[in-house]
Nanobody, 119 residues
Framework: QVQLVESGGGLVQPGGSLRLSCAAS????????MSWYRQAPGKERELVAL????????DYQDSVKGRFTISRDNAKNTVYLQMNSLKPEDTAVYYC????????????WGQGTQVTVSP
């Protein structure tokens, strides 16, 4: 059974930091490109950051460049999103996604973790 479990969300003041984690089980983690998405109330889900297979590239939504960093630890089957200089507009539910398309595997989503940036 495949599971992606996000953690690390919470309430933080503007300018603060959070680190999200997404632990994967039931998959060969190194075969999957990993990404973080977010969905704010009343808005569509949007890509925040992605990291391709080990040694591959990283890419970010323009609004988070220079503030967010995505990384992965294949030994721990975990992908991270370090979020610094948080802004109220970063408030959303954050989801991780495991994309196995490059190796003919399905795509999986986590259940999401809430991030709220407020004074």
């Amino acid at each position: 059974q495949v599971q992606l479990v996000e953690s690390g969300g919470g309430l933080v003041q503007p300018g603060g930091s959070l680190r999200l984690s997404c632990a994967a089980s039931g998959v060969t983690f190194r075969d999957y490109a990993m990404s973080w998405y977010r969905q704010a109330p009343g808005k569509e889900r949007e890509l925040v950051a992605l990291i391709t297979l080990p040694g591959g590239r990283k890419d970010y939504q323009d609004s988070v460049k220079g503030r967010f960093t995505i990384s992965r630890d294949n030994a721990k089957n975990t992908v991270y999103l370090q979020m610094n200089s948080l802004k109220p507009e970063d408030t959303a539910v954050y989801y991780c996604k495991a994309n196995g398309a490059l190796v003919g595997r399905p795509t999986y989503w986590g259940q999401g973790t809430q991030v709220t940036v407020s004074p």
